[in-house]
């Protein structure tokens, strides 16, 4: 399960899982961030801080000044994997997301580059069942996967300053959200109106790893009218 157990600083280890970017590879992640999650509420005798999983990768802050470096790996080399197991209740999630021309700035272009005319590539968006594999770049941003392998296209050459709050981006096999405005080098294709990252709740992001999230096609009238909702 885990390849290899790296420290990369004087309180942090990062957990290797392998170099690929599969399903199966990141479920063993997310069990295994779960697992330490839990033992870090239930008895925080080893001073974990924080526990970020990735694609493939599991990175662990601890307190150093606790001195307990050698209990701390000897804890994460004896987990019993056969006693991870994944959430009982899988996050199911809909998301809306409107494909007008005005939220589909690279839509045209991703149709030249795949030779799939617009109408296919939203309904092979639509069509596909997308997993949460983490959250990362800024606060509440999902990276997802899969997306059918007739619509894998590299980034853009030259990245946006500005991409809107809500815009749904597409990169090789994954999908994006864009919580906030930011710059971007994804290839847009549609917009939400909905927000995912909420910094003064307790639970910040609307998606978490683990999450499986389908889309929802809604007109440009219901955008404005969902976005009302959310200002």
Same mark, same amino acid.
Request: with cysteine; aromatic share 12%; charged share 25%.
């Given at each position: ?8 600083? $004087?309180? +942090? ?38 526990? &970020? ?38 996050? $199911? ?7 007008? $021309?005005?939220? +589909? ?14 109408? +296919? ?14 959250? *990362? ?10 997306? $059918? ?11 946006? #300053? ?6 749904? *981006?597409? &990169? ?17 294709? *549609?917009?939400?109106?909905?927000? #995912? ?35």
């Amino acid at each position: 399960m885990i390849k290899n157990v790296n420290q990369i600083s $004087e309180q +942090a280890f990062l957990l290797d899982f392998g170099n690929e970017i599969t399903k199966e590879i990141n479920q063993n992640v997310l069990n295994t961030f779960y697992y330490i999650s839990k033992n870090m509420q239930k008895d925080n005798f080893l001073g974990l801080k924080n526990c &970020v999983p990735s694609y493939n990768k599991l990175l662990i802050h601890f307190d150093p000044s606790k001195k307990n470096k050698e209990d701390l790996i000897n804890f994460i080399n004896n987990i019993e994997f056969s006693q991870v197991r994944s959430k009982k209740n899988v996050e $199911e999630l809909e998301i809306p997301v409107c494909y007008d $021309e005005e939220f +589909a700035l690279d839509i045209q272009n991703v149709s030249k580059k795949t030779k799939i005319d617009e109408d +296919a590539i939203i309904k092979s968006h639509l069509s596909t069942k997308f997993f949460v594999y983490m959250i *990362g770049f800024m606060p509440g941003l999902p990276f997802m996967g899969d997306l $059918e392998s007739n619509l894998n296209v590299l980034r853009l050459n030259t990245p946006r #300053l500005r991409v809107p709050f809500g815009s749904v *981006g597409i &990169v090789e096999k994954f999908c994006v959200i864009y919580p906030n405005e930011s710059p971007g080098g994804w290839n847009i294709i *549609g917009r939400t109106p909905i927000k #995912l990252f909420f910094k003064d709740k307790k639970k910040p992001t609307l998606l978490n790893p683990g999450s499986q999230i389908k889309i929802r096609l809604i007109s440009k009238k219901e955008f404005f009218e969902l976005q009302k909702i959310y200002e």
